[in-house]
């Protein structure tokens, strides 16, 4: 069966200072894997997607992520942190051949100035 | 293009009451999920809809219905609503195809008091 772990149920960091979200997948074959933001009482927007194209993944708002086979992981990364990125940050996987998406727990970055 | 749209925003409803919701998706987009958020489980799927047939469907209770009509419009009934129904019920549309990224409406708070 198809799961993600979020390794950090909350990061913070400095504005203007690299951000690394970090998740790991487990799944029987080549995964769909997606970044979902959510801000405070808003729905979900979707940061980026991983289907078995390029490993180096470039999303929405500056954010990126690789996708490693042999770690199984696939980590979020964004350069340089701005206030307006602090939300919770979801790793997802799409479950084998199916729309049902499998949502990790979840991590929070707070963003100081 | 007009993003997913869910009605109404907030609820609050008595337990033992039942509840509809409505979730119009985007234009084109075939497949309708729903899910339930809330503090103690995350995001958790329901069950989706692809064509007016039910496609998948997660470990709720029977309680928990939906449907679809043919413009791909879905409604989600919970019905004899019981307090830990209390949550933030996200939808979620798509092409419905395999490794599709899902677009999100701003979901329906429903309280159940």
């Known amino acids: 069966a198809q799961s993600v772990t979020q390794l950090d149920s909350h990061v913070s960091v400095s504005e203007g200072t690299p951000v690394l979200l970090r998740c790991n997948y487990s799944?029987?074959?080549?995964?769909?894997l997606f970044w979902y933001v959510q801000h405070p009482n808003k729905g979900l927007q979707l940061l980026l997607k991983?289907?078995?194209?390029?490993?180096l993944v470039k999303g929405i708002n500056g954010f990126e992520a690789e996708f490693k086979k042999s770690e199984t992981s696939f980590h979020l990364t964004k350069p340089s942190a701005h206030m307006s990125d602090a939300a919770e940050y979801f790793c997802?996987?799409?479950?084998?051949?199916?729309?049902?998406?499998?949502f990790g727990t979840g991590t929070r970055l707070q963003v100081f100035p | 293009k007009a993003g997913v749209t869910q009605t109404p925003r907030y609820l609050i409803k008595t337990r033992g009451q039942q509840v509809t919701l409505s979730c119009s998706p985007i234009?084109?987009?075939?497949?309708v999920s729903w899910y339930q958020q809330t503090p103690g489980q995350g995001l958790q799927f329901l069950f989706e809809?692809?064509?007016?047939?039910?496609?998948n469907k997660g470990n709720f209770p029977g309680r928990f219905s939906g449907r679809q009509f043919s413009n791909s419009r879905s409604e989600m009934n919970v019905s004899t609503l019981e307090l830990g129904d209390s949550a933030l019920y996200l939808c979620?549309?798509?092409?419905?195809?395999?490794?599709?990224?899902?677009?999100f409406g701003q979901g329906t708070r429903l309280t159940v008091v």
């Open positions: 234009s084109g987009h075939r497949s």
């Open positions: 997802v996987v799409s479950d084998g051949g199916t729309d049902k998406l499998i």
């Open positions: 991983y289907t078995s194209a390029a490993t």
């Open positions: 809809y692809f064509s007016e047939t039910q496609r």
């Open positions: 979620a549309s798509s092409l419905g195809r395999q490794g599709t990224e899902a677009f």
């Open positions: 799944s029987s074959y080549s995964p769909s």
